[in-house]
């Protein structure tokens, strides 16, 4: 445990709160580059933040395993080796902890302890910081590796609380696995982690129930094992560039964008492209084929047409395949999914699907669920309900900053942010991926990385110029909040009942919170608010601090 012994000046240079992708590199680059005292403060017992948690069964990233990874050192990059084509969790997971003990990371790492509440002292200008384990700590710099989707949305469904079986939700999954064999189960909610979870869960348990509230598009992963020849003699030979490519895309991976329009082609060839990307899979279906499927409405219905007759033919009961079919949001206007053996699970003897816009959940009861039409039991439930996104972690703590003034306050109307950085009124408190800037629309580890060294970069100016506090203007930020809504209102994202835009959190602001505008657009915004010295934020030389910790 740490305690307060300072005399006027802060206990450590920064705190970072936690020890996934985020709270590693920042570690990384402040200690080992910078030289700066730095505490990481982390809640699980090890590192690893979203894959730490998120150990339900079939998880895995989206994103292909050469391009899920930290690119500061190229010798990691080259010693490691993936075993998939897409990174599955536990995978992930090694990875870290590989990094984590190769860069010698945990010394600066305090476990099992959650970080409850930062207050800005004003009269010293740092942050004092407590934790659910006694400490009181206090810092220069105070930087957010939390995470986007980190704290669990459990719907508050009556009944809850008497159910008699085992509930889980996949965010907050049992380290020891959860055994389905000989189980009935009831799975809630069919985003990303419902449509990994599902097939998997239906091959061992006796019996599963699907609850569905929105019907989802969901394009084949075709995974596998990692592609050898490729990563050995293309990837591993040319990395400096395929991630330079990465860092200046629109969604942090080299991505060929398609031009042309879905109507520039015959409905014929236009088929054959979407047949050719179906058999691929991945999310190039998405921005291979056209340019327009994710900007216009009618070019976006020749891809969601494609998809339905896709769920039509691999559905073998009409009326199942018919609750499937996603009608009320145009594709990609939500998270995009893929899947591997989603629909082709329905088929299965053991697998049900309940629509909950046609039998709404009435009460978890003591043996299992009932909805209008009536009560199944079951040994287990398993909640794929999502998360309080991008803003949920954050009201978890007590943050406070100038004046005493509460975050939970400052963005009650939605969050706000310059550059998903910092917030106005909270000098010095810098966040990874925050609202307002495109982390959850990317390949994540680029746009953590970005971050990680654009705010490496201003502590160190800090540092070097005698700057002592740094805080967004309101005018920068106001002007970046509205940038944000601007270019969102401009997409598809505006059609569907999204985490992105707080959707799934009654009561939550309807704001689209990440910035829509892509990696390479925002990285070079980015780079120019560095390379000219930083306008829209305002830095403080501390005199006036200085005097008053002295006096
Ligand atoms: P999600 O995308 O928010 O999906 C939650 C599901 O639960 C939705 O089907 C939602 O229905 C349903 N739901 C929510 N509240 C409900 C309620 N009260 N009653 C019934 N159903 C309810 O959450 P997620 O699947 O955990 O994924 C969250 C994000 O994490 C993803 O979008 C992605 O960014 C990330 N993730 C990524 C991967 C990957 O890379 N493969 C895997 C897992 C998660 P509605 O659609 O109607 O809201």
């Keep these: 445990m740490v305690t307060e012994t300072h005399q006027g000046g802060p206990d450590l240079d920064a705190i970072v709160i936690g020890a996934g992708f985020s709270g590693l590199g920042m570690l990384r680059r402040l200690r080992?580059?910078?030289?700066?005292?730095?505490?990481?403060?982390?809640?699980?017992?090890?590192?690893?933040?979203?894959?730490?948690?998120?150990?339900?069964?079939?998880?895995?990233?989206?994103?292909?395993?050469?391009?899920?990874?930290?690119?500061?050192?190229?010798?990691?990059?080259?010693?490691?080796?993936?075993?998939?084509?897409?990174?599955e969790q536990p995978e992930i997971l090694s990875y870290l902890e590989h990094v984590a003990e190769r860069f010698d990371l945990e010394r600066n790492i305090q476990f099992s302890t959650a970080v409850t509440a930062a207050h800005f002292d004003e009269a010293h200008g740092f942050w004092r910081v407590k934790t659910d384990r006694g400490d009181t700590v206090t810092c220069r710099y105070l930087i957010s590796g939390i995470g986007c989707i980190s704290t669990g949305n459990v719907p508050d469904i009556p009944g809850l609380d008497t159910f008699q079986g085992a509930w889980h939700h996949t965010g907050a999954w049992p380290h020891?696995?959860?055994?389905?064999?000989?189980?009935?189960?009831?799975?809630?909610?069919?985003?990303?982690?419902?449509?990994?979870?599902?097939?998997?869960?239906?091959?061992?348990?006796?019996?599963?129930?699907?609850?569905?509230?929105?019907?989802?598009?969901?394009?084949?992963?075709?995974h596998g094992t990692v592609?050898?020849?490729?990563?050995?003699?293309?990837?591993?030979?040319?990395?400096?560039?395929?991630?330079?490519?990465?860092?200046?895309?629109?969604g942090g991976v080299p991505a060929e964008f398609s031009a042309r329009s879905a109507f520039d082609v015959s409905d014929e060839e236009r088929h054959e492209i979407y047949e050719r990307l179906w058999a691929n899979g991945g999310h190039k279906f998405l921005f291979s084929a056209f340019g327009d499927i994710t900007?216009?409405?009618?070019?976006?219905?020749?891809?969601?047409?494609?998809?339905?007759?896709?769920?039509?033919?691999?559905?073998?009961?009409?009326?199942?395949?018919?609750?499937?079919?996603?009608?009320d949001h145009p594709l990609a206007s939500k998270r995009p999914l893929i899947d591997t053996d989603y629909f082709d699970t329905y088929n299965r003897d053991n697998v049900e699907l309940i629509t909950l816009k046609e039998d709404p959940i009435e009460a978890i009861t003591e043996t299992g669920v009932r909805t209008e039409s009536g009560e199944r039991d079951f040994d287990i439930i398993v909640f794929a309900t999502g998360f309080d996104a991008m803003t949920g972690s954050f009201f978890k703590m007590d943050i406070r900053g100038r004046n005493g003034a509460a975050l939970t306050d400052a963005w009650s109307a939605g969050p706000r942010t310059y550059l998903g950085v910092q917030s106005a009124g909270f000098p010095n408190f810098f966040m990874i991926t925050g609202p307002?800037?495109?982390?959850?629309?990317?390949?994540?580890?680029?746009?953590?990385?970005?971050h990680i060294e654009w705010i490496g970069d201003l502590i160190e100016t800090m540092c070097t110029q005698d700057r002592y506090v740094v805080e967004p203007s309101l005018v920068a930020q106001d002007d970046w909040v509205a940038h944000v809504n601007d270019v969102a209102s401009q997409t598809l994202y505006m059609?569907?009942?999204?985490?992105?835009?707080?959707?799934?959190?009654?009561?939550?602001?309807?704001?689209?919170?990440?910035?829509?505008?892509?990696v390479g657009v925002y990285r070079e915004h980015c780079e120019?608010?560095?390379?000219?010295?930083?306008?829209?934020?305002?830095?403080?030389?501390?005199?006036a601090i200085t005097q008053t910790a002295a006096g």
Excluded at 528 to 543: I, K, L, N
């Design 32 to 87: 080992d580059e910078m030289g700066l005292s730095v505490r990481v403060f982390e809640k699980g017992d090890g590192v690893g933040g979203t894959w730490y948690w998120n150990r339900y069964p079939g998880a895995r990233c989206d994103s292909e395993s050469y391009l899920y990874c930290f690119s500061f050192s190229d010798e990691l990059l080259q010693d490691w080796s993936w075993s998939g084509k897409y990174p």
């Design 176 to 222: 020891d696995g959860v055994a389905f064999e000989g189980k009935r189960v009831a799975v809630i909610g069919t985003g990303s982690s419902g449509v990994q979870a599902i097939p998997v869960i239906a091959q061992t348990a006796e019996h599963v129930t699907v609850y569905q509230r929105t019907a989802q598009f969901t394009i084949p992963a075709r």
């Design 227 to 250: 592609d050898r020849r490729l990563i050995e003699e293309e990837v591993k030979p040319n990395y400096a560039s395929i991630l330079e490519a990465a860092r200046h895309s629109a």
């Design 295 to 327: 900007t216009d409405l009618d070019a976006n219905a020749t891809a969601s047409d494609f998809i339905r007759d896709k769920i039509r033919e691999t559905v073998d009961d009409p009326e199942t395949a018919r609750k499937l079919l996603p009608t």
């Design 436 to 450: 307002g800037s495109p982390s959850v629309l990317s390949n994540m580890p680029v746009s953590i990385e970005q």
């Design 495 to 518: 059609h569907g009942n999204s985490w992105y835009l707080g959707a799934n959190i009654p009561g939550k602001p309807r704001v689209f919170m990440p910035y829509v505008g892509g």
């Design 528 to 543: 120019g608010v560095a390379a000219a010295d930083y306008p829209g934020f305002t830095f403080d030389d501390g005199a």
